[in-house]
């Protein structure tokens, strides 16, 4: 549930604060940043363990619908790699090597190795926001993720989550509503149905219409003779 500046939101089971009276809570890039949001930002302590998406609306309730995800991408272009956000809903994925290569003009585009995200974002990998990142970094947000009252993101740690308007992440300055970004999760495949001998039709029988095995009077049996071969035996 959304709430206003002044009042905290009602989210699962979290507890949620000012942001700005919590920044021990924050990556330091994030605390520095929250300064320049257009819009209230709150904060909540979670299970460093359950930070992963999954895992965290699971233990403490909030729908994934109401959680985003912020993805980096490296793109290669001109020989040179170039380092992205991507923000959509936690029901989504990216479209990093179909729309987003395309829309940074690069050759080819990937998610960017652990380590590289890590280091170039000053933030925890599980925790990466799209708040305080790189003024250089394109911020690529999904329509959904702009349109939403309050959207919960990560806060640059595994320890806590941010909830703020998905206005203010549109507003960020390095950021842009690219529609089409977050493509729904693939469905799990279905198990193949177990396959069971069917039983033949009446009609489907080496004994058919007209042809008895007993009783077989001299004019069927000529024509039963002299039928093609490939219509079987009698």
């Not at 799209?130 to 970094?137: I, M, T």
């Amino acid at each position: 549930m959304a709430s206003s500046p002044s009042t905290a939101p009602r989210l699962g089971t979290l507890t949620w604060t000012s942001a700005a009276e919590r920044p021990e809570l924050l990556a330091a890039p994030v605390a520095a940043a929250l300064g320049g949001l257009a819009g209230p930002a709150w904060v909540a302590e979670i299970d460093a363990d359950l930070a992963d998406t999954a895992a965290f609306t699971e233990a403490y309730g909030v729908p994934p619908e109401l959680s985003a995800n912020c993805v980096v991408v490296a793109a290669r272009r001109a020989g040179q790699t170039v380092l992205a956000a991507c923000v959509v809903p936690a029901t989504t994925r990216a479209d990093v090597n179909g729309l987003v290569r395309r829309h940074l003009g690069a050759r080819k585009a990937s998610f960017a190795p652990q380590d590289v995200a890590v280091a170039e974002s000053g933030m925890a990998y599980g925790g990466i926001t799209p708040l305080g990142l790189p003024p250089s970094w394109p911020v690529l947000v999904d329509p959904a993720v702009a349109a939403a009252e309050l959207v919960v993101v990560g806060s640059g740690t595994r320890g806590s989550k941010l909830a703020v308007p998905g206005a203010a992440l549109a507003a960020l300055p390095a950021a842009e509503v690219l529609e089409g970004l977050g493509r729904p999760l693939a469905e799990p495949p279905r198990p193949a149905p177990t396959a069971t001998p069917a039983e033949r039709a009446p009609d489907d029988r080496d004994v058919g219409w007209g042809e008895r095995a007993e009783d077989v009077r001299g004019d069927d049996r000529r024509y039963l003779e002299d039928r093609p071969p490939h219509w079987g035996s009698d």
